[in-house]
């Protein structure tokens, strides 16, 4: 994958050995990445850095995955495609 290919990915995940294990992957992959341990930090990567896909945790502390969505999906900026 060259340069003006990869993907930027955040991945929003509370559990430090997840994030590491999902963060190695990305890594062999040539895949470019932030990351969040939450989804208000997450939310704040949104507003802050260009973002291609979103790898999220549902069960998270602090602001879980489903209030994440709400609020993402509520920014009037954002702009969904969805899988479906």
Do not use: H
Not at 2 to 21: F, G, H, M, W, Y
Request: aromatic fraction near 8%; proline fraction near 4%.
């Amino acid at each position: 994958m060259d340069e003006e290919q990869t993907l930027t990915i955040l991945l929003v995940e509370d559990e430090k050995p997840n994030r590491s294990a999902v963060k190695r992957l990305l890594r062999r992959q040539g895949y470019r990445f932030q990351e969040a341990d939450n989804g208000r930090r997450g939310l704040e990567v949104v507003d802050s850095e260009s973002i291609d896909l979103i790898l999220l945790d549902i069960g998270m502390p602090i602001m879980d995955g489903y209030e994440f969505l709400e609020k993402f999906r509520s920014d009037e900026k954002t702009y969904l495609y969805p899988c479906a």
